[in-house]
Structure formats: C-alpha cells, structure tokens
C-alpha cells in the first residue's frame, strides 16, 4: 500500500537512526531495490516518514560465532550515514565508549544506545570517511569488555546502492507539493503526487525490449528494470506506448551477465474455459521479492461492457501483477494482465462481493502493437507440449522482470494509473488497475 510520508530533515537524523530492521521494527521496508554478496538494500519508511534507505547484511563475530543478527547502515534522504545492529554483542556495548575502525584505521568514536525495540544504534558516521568503508576489508568495534568485527565484502557497492536509492527517495520528496512523496506500493492515493511504485513486464525480444502496461510507466523521471538473476536494476527507458491499449514497449540496457533474454513465445487468442497461469511482482516489499506464480481459468472473451480487447480470467490479481504475462498450459503469452474488478466498489452497490473477476489485454491487441513498433513476436509451434506446473513456473520467472517507475505521474481516481480508467466507468465498470 502506498504510504504519504514526509521528508525528514537535518534536525531529524537523530529519528533517521532510531530505526529496526530486524524482527519487531516499527519502521517499515518498501521492497528490495538491490541484492548481492549477502547485501540487501531496501527503501525505509516510518509511518509519517521518509528515512532513506537501508544496506544490510548479517552479523559475524569470532566472539560471538553462536550468535547472529542483522546489522547494516542507513543512508539518510539528508546525506547522513548511520550505522546500527542488533544482537548479544550490540547489547553489551551500549552505553559504553566505543572505537570504531576499518581495518587499521579509526573511522569514529561514539557510545552506543540501546532502544526499547532491541536495536542498538552505533551512531552517526562521518559522511568524508565512507570511502573508508566502501574499500574496507573488516569493520571493527572496540569497546572495554567487548569487541565485535564485521567483513566489508561487497560493502562498496552496498554504500553505493543505498546512496543511489536515498536520492531518489529525496528528489520525489522534493517534486511533490508540500514534500510529501508517495513511496513503497503500487495503490493510488489520489490526486498527482511523485511516486514510486511497481509493476510486471516480461521480455518481447533477444534484444531485450519489455512488454509492460502504459500506466505501468506513465509519467516516470526513471524506470528500472530487474529480472531474474539481476543483482540490481538496469536503467529503461519508454520506446513506444499506447495509451488507449494501456501497452508500452521499454527498451532495457543489457544485463551486467550478458545472458540473453528468455523471450516468451505467444498465442494469438485464448480459449473459453483454458487453464492460464501469471507471473508477477505484487505487493512488492511484503511477498516474495523473487516474484509469484498463480493460476486460473479464462472465465468470459470480453472484458467489461463487452470490451473485445480483453478477456476474463480469475487467476488472483493484485497490485503489482499489471503488465504480466498470461499464459497458457504451454508457457505461450495469451494476453497481459491490466485490471481487476473493483471489489470493494461493487459490494456497496451489489452487497455482494465479487471474487477473482480480473481482466487480462487480448494477445492480438499486443502483437498488433509491438508490430508496428518494429518488435516481431515468437510465434509458437502447433505441437509444442504441456509444462508441468513447475516448470512453467520457471519459464514465467525467466522472462518476467519487475519494472520500478520513480517521478511525478497523475494517477487517475478510484485507484488506478490506468490513462482510460474513465473511459471505463463510463462502460458501466468498476475497474482497480492492480499497480
């Protein structure tokens, strides 16, 4: 769910370190924006509050080798770095003066607190000596009866992350009025506000272009891209969009692997009654980061009002799961998931609750499309074999990628991004796109 939240700013470092990333914590994290060699770096939010981001990694003491926990550094949206853990170790500093080095040299002094949550806060690190850091081998603290040594291995792309991060989180807070940003989700909080959100696109080409919805990507400053085996986003870009399809081609740079893209192959209609399966990035920062995998029937050939560019399916949709591919039993794209019924909005009309009645955009409405934008789709082979379940899984998960949108984009009411969310009420629905 999107979050309103304010910018701190340099009275409030103090409230940016009082933070928890480890079981219990009051602030909350808005999703993985990076991963690698056991660092994970993640947007931070409190409630009312934008903090920054955060780059964390596991605890590891020669002194303490039965023990574990979290610990990390905080990259405020002001530019302030702090550092915090928690842990048996953590709790036996605090209080007490500690000296913290990276490998031989002293990077600072301070006396840890220990919070009522169970974190213990290191302390504010000079901004000038993280380059320290970033090229480190060991971190180590040093306190009178305790010590505590942490390995720095792949701590300079971690830093550099979470700064990146950090500033994105503080140049949507500034392009908002009245500095308040909407970050972590993919539900409209109504009006137009800088956001960060996320979606679902699926790879269309070897050259790596990405199928996605248009309202997916409108009105993004940036967009990221990261599919399976990414360790962190690639920079995209819009090459084609039509609004009125809500489709949208973006154009990726190659991955650091250099693999090439697993291109799905497609289908040019469903079938009433076939089996489908979906792939997506819903609620991303509270299921799984790697993405999920579910099921269901193509249940009407119409959309709302009878709309013939979209079909029916009710293979659960959510926010997050908009621009990703439907598939049939044989991994081939039969349409691309756009909206889902407004439950909430028929019930107070209906008092009935409708269930798993969501809409996907028809497969020939997107061939069409990436036709005329120079994009020639794999078309299947007639005898091509049913997957199994877990294998059709795994191709989803191949060529899917999750697609973050940061900037200023005009959400349409109702909660969706959709640009004819209204042409559609108007058809007599009540449509959610889901994010």
Same mark, same amino acid.
């Given at each position: 769910?999107?979050? #309103?939240?304010?910018?701190?700013? $340099? !009275? &409030? =470092?103090? +409230?940016?370190? @009082?933070?928890?990333? /480890?079981?219990? %914590?009051? *602030? ?13 770096v ?6 009312k509050?934008?903090?920054?981001c ?10 303490d ?49 220990r ?21 480190? #081998?060991?971190?180590?603290?040093? $306190? !009178? &009866? =305790?010590? +505590?040594?942490? @390995?720095?291995?792949? /701590?300079?792309? %971690?830093? *550099? ?14 392009r ?32 790596g ?7 997916v ?59 489908? !399966?979906?792939?997506g990035f ?5 299921? /799984? ?42 991994g ?68 899917a990628v ?18 004819? /969310? ?14």
């Open positions: 769910m999107r979050t #309103r939240i304010r910018v701190l700013g $340099a !009275a &409030a =470092t103090g +409230a940016a370190l @009082s933070i928890c990333f /480890a079981a219990g %914590a009051t *602030a909350q994290t808005n999703g993985i924006v990076w991963e690698k060699d056991g660092w994970r993640q947007m931070l939010v409190s409630t509050t934008a903090l920054g955060q780059a964390i990694k596991g605890f590891a003491s020669s002194h080798a039965s023990r574990s926990a979290a610990w990390g550094f905080i990259s405020t949206v002001n530019g302030n770095w702090g550092l915090a853990m928690v842990g048996p170790a953590a709790d036996r500093m605090s209080g007490q003066q500690v000296t913290i080095t990276v490998d031989d040299q002293v990077l600072h002094v301070a006396v840890p607190r919070l009522p949550n169970g974190l213990t806060i290191i302390g504010q690190l000079p901004a000038n000596r993280m380059g320290v850091v970033a090229s480190g #081998r060991t971190l180590t603290f040093k $306190a !009178a &009866a =305790t010590s +505590a040594e942490f @390995s720095l291995a792949g /701590a300079g792309a %971690a830093l *550099a992350a979470a700064s990146k991060c950090a500033v994105a989180v503080r140049e949507a807070a500034a908002s009025p009245g500095g308040l940003p909407s970050i972590g989700g993919n539900e409209a909080s109504g009006g137009s506000s800088p956001k960060v959100s996320a979606g679902t696109g699926f790879y269309v080409s070897k050259s272009e990405v199928l996605t919805n248009a309202h990507v409108q009105g993004c400053a940036t967009i990221g891209v990261k599919g399976h085996g990414d360790t962190t986003f690639r920079s995209a870009r819009v090459k084609a969009s039509d609004a009125k399809r809500d489709l949208a081609l973006i154009s990726a740079e190659a991955s650091p692997g250099g693999g090439t893209p697993a291109v799905l192959s497609w289908r040019r209609e469903a079938r009433l009654g076939e089996q489908v !399966a979906i792939f819903p609620y991303l920062g509270a299921l /799984a980061s790697s993405g999920t995998f579910t099921r269901g029937d193509v249940t009407a050939l119409a959309g709302i009002a009878d709309n013939n560019a979209h079909f029916q399916l009710s293979a659960p949709v959510q926010p997050g799961n908009s621009g990703g591919p439907v598939v049939d039993d044989r081939q794209v039969v349409g691309i998931v756009v909206a889902k019924l407004n439950a909430l909005a028929v019930a107070r009309v209906s008092r009935d609750i409708p269930q798993n009645v969501n809409f996907a955009i028809k497969s020939a409405e997107a061939l069409s499309f990436m036709e005329a934008n120079g994009v020639t789709a794999s078309v299947a082979n007639a005898g091509t074999k049913p997957l199994s379940g877990p294998d059709l899984a795994e191709r989803l998960r191949d060529g999750l697609v973050m949108c940061s900037g200023s984009g005009t959400r349409a009411p109702g909660g969706s991004t959709t640009p004819n /969310a209204k042409a559609r009420r108007a058809e007599g629905g009540k449509l959610t796109g889901p994010g």
